[in-house]
């Protein structure tokens, strides 16, 4: 595993504690692995840029994602493609997105459930599903399905907002018997988004994430959790506090919905509130960069060496050298809070923000891998007298989140084509400089 963030040496695994002499262990070992895994709906994203009156003929409602008939997608489609509007047609799906990152950054494997079509042709939308995604998503316990797969129209603002219209397919149709118990059991975390939920009841998927998180759960494995869009937390947001409080402990979102789910525009609140709710949170807020709120035992808070920064919560960013915990874990919980501006500023050209909030998720998620993977593998390291949830304090995850979050947006996909610059030796040095 790679580790997470362009780190000076001192952040790698100090050479000493790691000497196979003094852990009277042999050389040669091969180092034990861990991996991330997640459940979607597999969605290829059909991206086009579309203007307003479109969405307005099509119902949609701009910036929302919903779910589509096939008379329409038909229709969507054919509109599509007689003004040659269609820019990409590339695998998507929120956590398909975030697992494919993940495994891009940190060259090591991930685990997708879902669907997958049982006849795959070669050109069709499954292939290409199966061609845009990294080697290291292991893709083995899809379950075949005989219908569609599903596809996603990400229609394209000229202000940059996107839509998503969904067909389908048989993207829901996934069944408990598909979920692997040694698998979520074995991972360092399960990712789930909160569009899984609006499935039918008798399509299987709901019972396929309530089950997936009645094993992470038993077995103390952290259940992550997207939010989608503002428009799906709006219709019922008690139902979404309860959900959260009953099985989330990572919260991910963006500022519109951190307002639907609290009730508070401001992002550092609406991150503040999600505590009551779970053990952790990352909320972007795309021009202002992103926030990440936890917890950390009062007998290992570190204080900042950065600037104290004023907001609702005054000063809030004191402790954001210390390392995030579970409440549970925690003998006196004391609330830690981060915030970081865009890496640079933002690309100078940002085409569309697709996918930018899942890319920040996909670094944090190799923060909680790396340090499932240095547990196994060096389980005495005093890095693990804390038993903290990340490898990396708050500030180095909003850090990597945000160079992460930098890297989609200067391309056209969300999907990562490659990891981050090797040569970039310490993101301290090149931190503001363009
Ligand atoms: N206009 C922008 N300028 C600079 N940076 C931006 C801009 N928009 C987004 N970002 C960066 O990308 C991160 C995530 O953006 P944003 O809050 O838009 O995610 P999101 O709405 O969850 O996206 P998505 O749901 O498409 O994944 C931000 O925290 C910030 O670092
Ligand atoms: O209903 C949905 N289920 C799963 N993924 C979705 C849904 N709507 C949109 N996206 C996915 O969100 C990604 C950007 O964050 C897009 O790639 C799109 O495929």
């Not at 262990?25 to 307003?52: F, K, M, N, W």
């Not at 994602?65 to 799906?93: N, P």
């Not at 599903?150 to 067909?167: N, P, V, Y």
């Amino acid at each position: 595993m790679k580790f997470p963030g362009q780190r000076n040496s001192k952040h790698y695994f100090p050479v000493k504690s790691n000497d196979p002499i003094s852990l009277g262990i042999a050389p040669y070992t091969v180092s034990q692995r861990t991996h991330i895994c997640g459940i979607d709906q597999t969605l290829v994203d059909i991206e086009a840029r579309v203007s307003d009156e479109l969405l307005e003929r099509y119902e949609l409602k701009k910036g929302n994602s919903m779910l589509i008939d096939d008379a329409k997608a038909h229709s969507l489609y054919e509109e599509l493609q007689r003004g040659k509007l269609i820019s990409s047609e590339f695998a998507g799906g929120t956590i398909g997105n975030t697992l494919h990152n993940y495994s891009t950054l940190s060259d090591s494997r991930s685990v997708l459930f879902g669907v997958m079509c049982d006849n795959v042709q070669v050109g069709s939308y499954a292939y290409r599903y199966l061609c845009n995604t990294s080697s290291r998503v292991d893709l083995n316990l899809l379950q075949p399905v005989p219908g569609a797969m599903g596809r996603c129209f990400a229609l394209i603002s000229d202000c940059g907002e996107r839509t998503f219209a969904i067909s389908k397919g048989d993207m829901d149709n996934l069944q408990p018997e598909s979920i692997d118990r040694g698998i979520i059991e074995s991972s360092a975390a399960l990712v789930i988004s909160a569009y899984l939920l609006r499935a039918d009841p008798a399509a299987g998927m709901r019972d396929s994430v309530a089950k997936a998180i009645d094993y992470a759960k038993a077995a103390d494995v952290p259940v992550v959790l997207t939010m989608g869009t503002r428009f799906l937390i709006e219709q019922d947001p008690q139902f979404w506090r309860d959900f959260i409080k009953q099985n989330v402990t990572i919260l991910a979102m963006n500022e519109d919905e951190g307002e639907a789910l609290t009730g508070f525009s401001d992002p550092l609140l609406a991150a503040e509130q999600s505590l009551q709710w779970c053990d952790m949170v990352l909320c972007t807020a795309g021009p202002v960069g992103l926030y990440m709120a936890g917890f950390c035992d009062h007998e290992y808070l570190r204080n900042t060496t950065q600037t104290l920064l004023p907001g609702a919560i005054p000063e809030f960013n004191q402790h954001e050298f210390s390392r995030p915990m579970r409440y549970a874990d925690c003998h006196k919980p004391t609330k830690v809070y981060a915030h970081i501006a865009p890496f640079m500023g933002g690309p100078e050209v940002i085409r569309n923000t697709n996918g930018a909030g899942d890319g920040a998720l996909s670094a944090l998620l190799h923060d909680l891998a790396a340090l499932k993977y240095h547990k196994l593998n060096i389980p005495s390291s005093s890095k693990h007298n804390q038993a903290s949830l990340c490898y990396s304090s708050f500030s180095q995850i909003c850090k990597y989140a945000n160079r992460v979050a930098f890297e989609v947006l200067s391309q056209d996909s969300p999907r990562l084509s490659r990891g981050l610059p090797e040569r970039e030796d310490s993101l301290e040095e090149v931190y503001w400089e363009r």
